[in-house]
């Protein structure tokens, strides 16, 4: 299954609804409500930093029996320094972010946690694109 | 302890999910940073905040966290009400700090996440 949804950036009163939406389709699908928290928790934390850092993008998501996986892809401006944007407590998130409760710089680290396979394309002026895979096989549940 | 045990302890007010306060919530979680409370693992949890906008209740959502207690009296909007009552979620108001509340609910047996 396969479903798209585009995420607008700056719009602070309708971040999370992809994701709202991706957990609804997820618990109808009768994944574990552990396996749905690790994805969701990961899919929003892309979710917020794509309405938060970027100009804007998209979110892809293919579910099949075996696994999730979610593509967040924006338009820009990219990450210049991954390894210390991965880092925690790093954040350049503006003032307006820091008042909605976000720019803690936790939530790459958060999704690296919550996922199985992380992949990161990015760079100065280049766009984001964040590749996560859940495995849903028995015995593949995350630590 | 019970929500209503939660209500009463802080002298709070409840703006949605008054159908639920038989509930039993476990653990306090007090943080305004979102980040921070998208990190919890554990279930039945309190999430206590002063941080009174639409991403707390989207947070309580991914989370699955079933209650929230805004302190100082904060005023939730109609539209994170609606949100609320969507997913199920219990919201208390409390005049109280973060702190007293904290303070009060740890002291009357809810336990710290860590
Ligand atoms: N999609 C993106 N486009 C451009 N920069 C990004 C993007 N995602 C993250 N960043 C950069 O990486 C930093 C760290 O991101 P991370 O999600 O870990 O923390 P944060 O968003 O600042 O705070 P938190 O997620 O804890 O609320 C951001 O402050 C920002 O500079
Ligand atoms: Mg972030």
Redesign the pocket.
Known sequence: MHVSYEVRAGDFSIAGKVSSTVKGILKQLNLTPAHVKRIIVALY??E???V???FG?KIDCDIDSEQVVIT?S?T????ADLEL??T?G????TAE?REM???????????RKNTDILKID?GKGKP?I?SMTFRLAEGAEHA | MKLSDVVQIVNGTVLCGQENLEREVRLGFASD???DVLTLLADDILLITGLSNNQAIRTAEMSDILQILFVRNKRPTKTMLDLAHEHGITVITTPYSMFRSSGLLFKNGLDPVY
């Open positions: 934390e892309a917020v930093n794509v938060a850092h970027s993008g967040v924006d820009g401006p990219g990450i944007a991965m925690e790093w954040s350049t998130a972010v409760g976000f720019g803690a710089g936790m939530g790459l680290s958060n999704i990015t984001t964040i | 940073l979102m980040s």
